[in-house]
């Protein structure tokens, strides 16, 4: 199972870093990586950190890190789930202080089919073309894939009918849901913030969000579309291509196929 098999990864970069660091670094560097590729606008930033942490491990431990990613990415293809979640939570790694004990994803399964309405969820994407979710406590992101999972399920395309705005105050909660969400092709903006302050440090725009224009569909929604003039929509159309530049291939093979699911591979 793809997530013993990130826990072993993990043991094994542990002998002279802690778990905690380890997966911490994990999910920060693959977050990163999937960042770079498509968001121009963070680009050096966050290529500065990336290269800061893995600086810190040996040859043969940095080369661990993307077998984690693709283990990751291949517990992804046997079905939707919080991976990382259960990877979390099998390590002891939750702070208690914090209140960080992930929901199980079949619990997250079993709240999202009894909130998901089909006829009023149709009713939303008729009217709008796509439905929105906030999450204010991403964790892992799990409630965010279980729902999209029904959605699946449901016969509708959460690819191209969904949209996620999710926060977390741990940054590493952040990149965990911001990784999972870019493996599963969800739209989505994943902030590191604090929810009840409005506190925000840090956005992570998924490739989906970016690659299929989220920026400006979601504008353009928030405005009738016949009193946006036309300079004001050249401007957010120049806007979006500054985010959107010839992507850096992502280590991933993602591509869409005709069904909902997002094959990496």
Known sequence: ??????????????YRHDRWRVFSDFVQLSAFAISNAVDMRNRDARESEYMRIIGQYSKDEANRFPMMLAE????????????????????????????????????????????FDKPHVDSIIADKGYISMQEPAA????????FAEVMK???????????????????????????QFSLLHIPATVIHGNTLSLEEWSRWYTPAHILDGW?????????????????TQIHQVTEELVITEEPVPIPIAAKKQETVQLSLF
């Open 1 to 14: 199972m793809s997530a013993k098999a990130i826990i072993k990864l993990i043991g094994e970069n542990a």
């Open 72 to 115: 990751l990415v291949n517990g992804l293809e046997d079905g939707m789930a919080d991976v990382l979640g259960q990877v979390y939570m099998e390590l002891e790694l939750g702070n208690k202080d914090r209140g960080q004990v992930f929901t199980p994803y079949s619990l997250c399964q079993a709240s999202a089919k009894m909130v």
């Open 139 to 146: 964790g892992g992101g799990a409630m965010v894939i279980a």
């Open 153 to 179: 399920e449901a016969g509708i395309n959460y690819q191209q009918h969904l949209h996620v705005t999710a926060t977390d105050v741990d940054i590493k909660a952040a990149c965990m849901a911001y990784v």
């Open 215 to 231: 920026s400006i569909r979601l504008r353009s929604k928030a405005q009738k579309p016949e009193l946006i003039e036309p300079e």
